[in-house]
């Protein structure tokens, strides 16, 4: 009994200070965001002594603010819409055609791009987007879209494994084609994996900055909310109350979403385990 006690004890402790290591960033950046630059500079990590929103106004007020965050919005959701049916695709083919050296070569040779750092491929990316004249969100579309592939495909073609090929071809008896078969049956049966990819990959595209940085820093009018707020350094003279505010308004839509929909991260790895 007192060993069980101990364990919930020491379990929660570590909790605890997971959350204090959340928790503190937060706090900085929404105290910082709420004070003028004279605060700021009496101490940086004091609370606010009072509710300032001048930060939050000014940069509300800014149309440069508004170009950026629907920059930011629309390449996510171009994005991972786009991952939710290229990832899908390819997972169905490669799972249902396990047999075929091609396919089972084709797998492989996705996966190794997981074991492949970003550093390693950062130059000759920026070259060969450079060089087809993608340097643009057209271009960081595409990119956000080639990457995800490699963990996509991981997570769903293991969740598709947990599928029967009875089911397939039972369909095939009812006279369903394979796209009808993948579109009506299989898709549909593929909702709790896809919805943790959709929320995974959200948070990642959104908080993208050195994607960004790589392929749309040639012209400022493509930019996302991440550069914009990098940006403050030489637009504000390193104004941190601003930039701190800008960081908050970045973090509070991402942030609605994951606490809204979080649950589907656990459920649909879990089922892809415990099926798999």
Known sequence: MIAKQMGQMAKYAVLAAGMIVILIPVYVTLSTALK?????????????????????????????????LMNSVMITVISVALMLVVVPMVSYAISRNAKSKYYVFLYFI????????????????????????????????????????????????GYLKSIPLELDEAAKIDGCGV???????????????LATFLILKSLFVWNDFI????????????????????????????????????????????????????????????EGALKH
């Not at 450079?130 to 271009?139: E, I, Q, T, V």
């Not at 030489?234 to 649950?263: D, K, W």
């Open 36 to 68: 003028t630059p004279h605060q700021s500079a009496i101490s940086f990590f004091s609370p606010p002594s009072g509710l300032y929103l001048g930060n939050f106004y000014e940069i509300v007020n800014s149309t440069k603010f508004w170009t950026y």
């Open 110 to 157: 996705i996966l190794s791009g997981i074991f492949v750092p970003f550093q390693v491929i950062m130059l000759p990316m920026a070259k060969q987007m450079a060089a087809l004249d993608l340097l643009n969100r057209s271009g960081l579309i595409i990119m956000h879209v080639t990457y995800a592939l490699t963990q996509g495909t991981f997570l769903c073609v």
């Open 179 to 193: 796209w009808k078969i993948f579109t009506r049956i299989i898709y549909r049966l593929m909702t709790p994996i």
């Open 211 to 270: 994607f960004s940085l790589i392929i749309l820093n040639r012209s400022n009018e493509f930019w996302t909310l991440p550069l914009y707020i990098y940006n403050f350094k030489t637009e504000y003279s390193f104004n941190y109350n601003l930039a701190f505010a800008g960081f908050f308004m970045s973090m509070v839509p991402i942030l609605i979403v994951y606490a809204l929909t979080q649950r589907f991260i656990i459920t649909g790895l879990t």
